[in-house]
Structures are given as C-alpha cells and as structure tokens.
C-alpha cells in the first residue's frame, strides 16, 4: 500500500467512526423504544409529546446543505435531526420558564412572528385588476386631490394600499377568531 493510499483508508476510517460516533449520540439522545409506536404518521421524533416533522426535517437538511453540491448523507440528516431536537428543547424551556411573558425582546419577536404568519396568505395575493379598479374609484369618491386617470398609472400605489388593507383584515379576523375562543375577564370598567 502506497502512503497515498494508506492516507485515504486512515481518512475513510476516520470518517466512518465520526458519522458512527454521531449517530450513536443522536439515537442515544432519543428514545427509539416502544414511544416509536406513538409517532404521528408524519413524524419523525417526538420531543415532550411535541412532534417534529418529517417536513420539518427535510427543510432542515436542505438549509445545511444549501451551499453543498452533493447529495445528503446520513450525518447531515442526523445532524440536521439533533439540531431540531435542540431548539424544541430550547423553545419549550423558555415558555416553561416563563421568558415569553418576562422578556420583552423575546415578547416583541415572537408577536412580529405570530402577526407575520397571520397574515402571511393576504400580503401574498396579488390584486386583481376589478379589486384594483374598485379601489380607485373609492379614493376618486373621497380624494380631496385627484386620483390618477387610470389603474396603470396608480397599479403600484393601489397595490401597496391593497396588501396593506389585506394584511390588516387578515389580522382583524384572525385576533377575532382568537378572541372566540378565549376566556378573557376584565375588570369593572375596563373593558375596551
């Protein structure tokens, strides 16, 4: 055997012991006992009863390897798995310890998040030209200046107002959908 040779088993064995060691602390990590039988259909692991996709998973391979040209290997996956693991974990302490409602920064990000989400469907519909016409003929109605002769020449102005108008029906109804479901007491007089 050459030294170049030689170079490359003592590589390959070393890198079969590392995805080795790998896998063996991520399944040493999770249990693969009978909870296994527990599994969602489209899970893959279940932290505290809180299941991680399959989904989930394969997003999280596919941003580990976003500047890698060959396919996923079994490490990457496993990695990718643990690291999942980690932030439910990590999630899951910080509401069980309360740093949602102590935290400010921690409040405003997850609120950003949670208004994001809610309204991520209506901020992403494009207008159709008959909304967009409609909207042009309010503003002409209630315009103090005059609005622009046609859609064309306002469609970028219109659009904007559009989503803006969209985005915030959107969270109307999904805070009155919140509101339906919850059990809020206020105190005599408070009530907004």
Not at 13 to 32: F, P, Q
């Amino acid at each position: 055997m050459t030294r170049a040779n030689d170079r490359i088993a003592r590589a390959l064995l070393t890198a079969g012991a590392a995805v080795g060691i790998l896998a063996g602390a991520v399944a040493a990590r999770i249990d693969v006992s009978g909870r296994a039988a527990q599994l969602p259909p489209d899970a893959i692991a279940l932290v505290n009863d809180r299941p991680i996709l399959r989904d989930e998973l394969a997003r999280a391979v596919e941003m580990l390897l976003a500047d890698r040209r060959e396919p996923p290997a079994e490490r990457d996956r496993a990695a990718a798995l643990g690291r999942l693991v980690d932030e439910e974990l990590l999630a899951q302490h910080a509401i069980a310890s309360g740093l949602l409602a102590r935290d400010r920064t921690v409040r405003d990000v997850v609120l950003r998040a949670m208004v994001d989400s809610a309204v991520a469907d209506a901020a992403g519909r494009a207008p159709t030209d008959g909304e967009l016409g409609a909207l042009l003929e309010m503003r002409r109605a209630t315009a103090g200046a005059p609005a622009p002769p046609d859609i064309e020449t306002a469609r970028p102005e219109l659009e904007r107002a559009f989503t803006e108008r969209a985005r915030g029906e959107a969270m109307q109804a999904y805070l009155e959908g919140l509101r339906a479901r919850a059990r809020i007491v206020f105190a005599p007089g408070a009530a907004p």
